[in-house]
């Protein structure tokens, strides 16, 4: 066997190493971008959570708003919650799976409140206030039915 014949040979092992080496650091990007994955979900998941508390604790300063006769109050927490239960609708769409439907009846919901609020002036008529204040509370219950499973889905990833 001449030199030539052993640099081609030599050539064609480090060539084969290179494709296996190749083939290897591809595999590991496809496991690293399903990971990424992964965990961005993961993380989409934890802020809906969060989201849907927080809606939970503004429809309690809505009621407590209600309750207390502050209608002007009452208007822009009322505003407030329909305009982030629309936008977390839009942005965690693919999250919510059953409870969409539940989000886009609260937001319809929280719409109405407003605007009876926004024909209000005070102070409110008490059988008016009242009948408010049991909606918002019906809304409140299912908002934590929601923030429950979001919260029971990740106890079961662990996250």
Known sequence: MNAHDFFDWANAGVGGVG?????VAIWQATGAKKAAGEARDAIQRRELSFEIGDLVSLTLDLAGHIDSD???AALIRARD????????QARFRRYLKRDFGLL???GKSFGEIAEELSRASPPVDEKVALELANRIHQAN?????IYGRQQSGL???GT
């Open 104 to 106: 886009l009846d609260l």
């Open 70 to 72: 502050r209608v002007e």
């Open 155 to 157: 106890d079961e990833e």
């Open 19 to 23: 494709l296996f080496l190749t083939l």
């Open 81 to 88: 919650v329909a305009s982030r239960i629309a936008r977390d």
């Open 141 to 145: 219950r299912t908002l934590n039915t």
